[in-house]
């Protein structure tokens, strides 16, 4: 039986601030762990993240973060 994607991603913000030029960015995620037997457990997590130099960072940052945040929960 083939599993789900384990997360699915939403970028809800990528700013720059226009006196320094450093990105932030906040994201979230839908986070779906699948046992074997089939039973799951779905959350939604946050992250944000702010001063990076390039958007990819601040993307990267923030999406790893809210997958952290929903596992957690």
Known sequence: MPFPPPHVFVCLQIEQ???SGLYSCSCS???????KDGCYRENVGTGFTEGHQTKQAALEFAKKKAVTDG???
């Open 71 to 73: 596992l957690k929960r």
């Open 17 to 19: 601030d226009p006196a």
């Open 29 to 35: 995620a839908i986070v779906r762990v699948t046992l």
